[in-house]
Structures are given as C-alpha cells and as structure tokens.
C-alpha cells in the first residue's frame, strides 16, 4: 500500500533555530518527491522536488535530502523565522501514467519569537 | 500570470444540501486534479481530468462528481451534503496528466456544512 508518514506531527521553536522534519515513503514505482509549506487555510506552495537521482536541493533557508535506498527524506529550515510557521507537507509522486500524489499529513510547525 | 483560482472562497451549506465548487488552472495547463483536506489531514485524492476526460478517480462516494469545460476549468458538485464533507477543497492544475509535471495548488475553498 502506498504511503507516506511524516513525523513529528508537531514542532515549537523558537526564532532564529534549526530544525529538520522527517517524511519515510513507501510509494512504488516512485517519481519524484516534494516538500510543500501550508499556511493555515490556504493552498499548498511547492519548496522542493527532487527525483530518484537527486540527494539535496535546497531553497534558500530550507534543504531537503532524498535517500532513494531508504525511502526516507528530511526537509532542513535553517534560522526559522515566525513566517516559517506553517504546515510542512510532504508529498510523492507516482511513477505511473497517471502520477498520483500521495500526501503525508504534514508537521505542524510553530516558531516562537 | 495568475495562478490557480478557485472560487468562492469560503462556503456554508446545510446537511442535505448541494454545492458546486470551481476552478480555473493556470493558462495552458489542460490537467485539473481535485482534493479534500479534512482539518489536521494531509489532502485526500477525488478526481484528475485531463482534456476534459476523467483520468483518475479517488476512494469516494457517488455524490461527488467532477467535470471540465473546454476552456480546461473544472467544476466540483457535491449532492446530500454530510457534516464529513467540511473540509478544504483543493484544485491543482499542471501541463498534462504525465508524470513528469509538477501540480499547482489554488487557495482552496472552505466549506462548511451544519
């Protein structure tokens, strides 16, 4: 069964901190993976996308890793800001003619100042 | 360029109750996929059309329907609306319904049966 589980399902920071959320996979055939930021009520906005080949790509303060072997990804947010607050949602596309999007249920994260 | 719009924004029905929910992709974009995001949930998969033709379908009941116009925008239709359909409902337009193309999500409408 195709899936994605991220954890934690929530995170409190405060300003000016790291942290990296975790997203494990087990969509088969796999076509490429994605990081999205949710803000409260609003669409998803695309950070990252990565394909089987790649094992980092970064966006400014936010990196993501992708293990292909492992079927796991991190999304790194370097000195968070209070506009980091937002869900993260990671998302894997499937290999298939019709590419379905399997959703993670996100991490909720919370930066205070 | 505008992005994806859906409309209206916000949404409040009663149990029994119809709603038809819309959506215009980006210019050039032929693909539309819709899905509903329950609070605290990742979006759940309902419907893709591509070139006006259903081209997947999600783990939901027959009172949801879809269709898309010529112009490539979409119409959601929920009938007998349940207290389980409030949710966010996200449209997401790409090129084509190949895997290669990435989706970009509108704002969403907020629907809220009572």
């Known amino acids: 069964k195709n899936q994605v589980e991220q954890s934690p399902q929530s995170l409190i920071i405060l300003e000016g901190k790291n942290c990296t959320l975790q997203?494990?996979?087990?969509?088969?055939?796999?076509?490429?993976l994605r990081w999205y930021k949710q803000d409260t009520g609003r669409g998803p906005v695309s950070l990252t996308i990565?394909?089987?080949?790649?094992n980092t790509k970064s966006n400014g303060r936010y990196t993501a890793t992708l293990d292909a072997d492992t079927k796991q990804s991190s999304l790194h947010i370097t000195a968070s800001q209070l506009s980091d607050s937002a869900s993260y949602i990671c998302v894997v596309k499937e290999g298939s003619t019709l590419g379905r999007l399997y959703f993670g249920r996100g991490t909720q994260l919370t930066v205070w100042p | 360029d505008a992005g994806v719009t859906q409309s209206p924004t916000h949404l409040i029905k009663t149990r029994g109750q119809q709603v038809t929910l819309r959506c215009s992709p980006i210019s050039g974009h032929k693909s539309v996929s819709w899905y509903q995001q329950v609070l605290g949930q990742g979006p759940q998969f309902i419907f893709q059309y591509y070139e006006k033709e259903e081209r997947g379908r999600g783990n939901f009941p027959d009172r949801f329907s879809a269709r898309q116009f010529p112009n490539y925008s979409s119409e959601l239709n929920v009938n007998a609306l349940l207290l389980g359909d409030s949710a966010l409902y996200l449209c997401?337009?790409?090129?084509?319904?190949?895997?290669?193309?990435?989706?970009?999500f509108g704002p969403g409408t907020r629907l809220t049966v009572t």
């Open positions: 990565m394909t089987f080949s790649e």
């Open positions: 997203c494990n996979y087990t969509v088969s055939p796999f076509s490429n």
């Open positions: 997401a337009s790409s090129l084509a319904s190949a895997v290669s193309y990435e989706q970009y």
